[in-house]
């Protein structure tokens, strides 16, 4: 199949984008929080791991550890008890700390709104960064996680497996002002609709322009026994 015309790309990026806008109109964040410091931890917490099973543990944690300061000074196995219905605690719990630990030693205890000092905190990635740049202090970005990367792919706005260059080639495809929106939307709909296993095509809004789409496939041919003629079964 030739390479898609960068123009026609561009106007399916738009329509998916208008069908997105229809179908997920407040699409957000689904963890809970109520500071960027809350934003950070919990986003800390939900690499691997359900958004549901994070704001079921944060609740009690951030009652215990609302701010930097206050989490910088506690031990991870400290921790460990108020997370351990969530994959990986001990290592999200070390993380965590070190992370508050941080921001209290480079940041006054504030999370800082620039995007390469978010990026240098542990257990933060792009993905992360992006999340409570975005989230936190309005700066557009695309965290690319399994939903994001995996939807780019199907739509083929992207052919890459690389998080990083997923997120390069969305940026490109669409405004900037769009980005954050984008993240949520395909998120909401990769859980939602574009399953990893079986994707709902025949319910999906996005079809008409999606690649990927499963088409209807005509019923299997059959040899007539008698006339030995090949006709298709009748469903
Ligand atoms: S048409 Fe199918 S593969 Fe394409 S976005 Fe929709 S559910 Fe996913």
Excluded at 15 to 25: D, E, M, Q
Excluded at 44 to 70: H, M
Aim: charge should be positive.
């Amino acid at each position: 199949m030739p390479p898609e015309r960068i123009v026609n790309k561009r106007g399916r990026a738009r329509r998916v984008l208008a069908k997105l806008a229809r179908s997920y109109p407040d699409a957000a964040s689904e963890l809970s929080f109520g500071t960027p410091f809350e934003l950070l931890v919990a986003t800390i917490l939900s690499a691997q791991a359900t958004d549901a099973s994070v704001n079921a543990a944060t609740p009690a944690l951030f009652a215990a550890y609302p701010d930097a300061p206050r989490l910088a000074k506690a031990a991870p196995r400290q921790i460990e008890p108020f997370i351990k219905t969530i994959g990986l605690f001990r290592t999200k719990a070390k993380n965590i700390v070190a992370a508050a630990r941080q921001l209290v030693e480079q940041h006054g205890g504030k999370v800082p709104e620039d995007f390469q000092a978010l990026l240098a905190l542990p257990g933060v990635g792009r993905k992360t960064a992006n999340v409570v740049a975005s989230n936190a202090f309005g700066r557009p970005g695309i965290a690319v996680d399994t939903h994001v990367g995996r939807l780019a792919r199907r739509l083929r706005f992207s052919r890459h497996d690389n998080p990083d260059k997923v997120e390069k080639d969305l940026e490109k495809l669409f405004d900037a002002k769009h980005w954050t929106f984008l993240h949520h939307a395909l998120i909401l709909h990769g859980r939602r609709v574009c399953h990893a296993r079986s994707p709902a095509c025949e319910s999906c809004r996005l079809a008409a322009d999606c690649p990927s789409a499963a088409r209807p496939h005509p019923p299997p041919m059959s040899r007539s026994a008698t006339s030995g003629k090949t006709t298709r079964k009748a469903r």
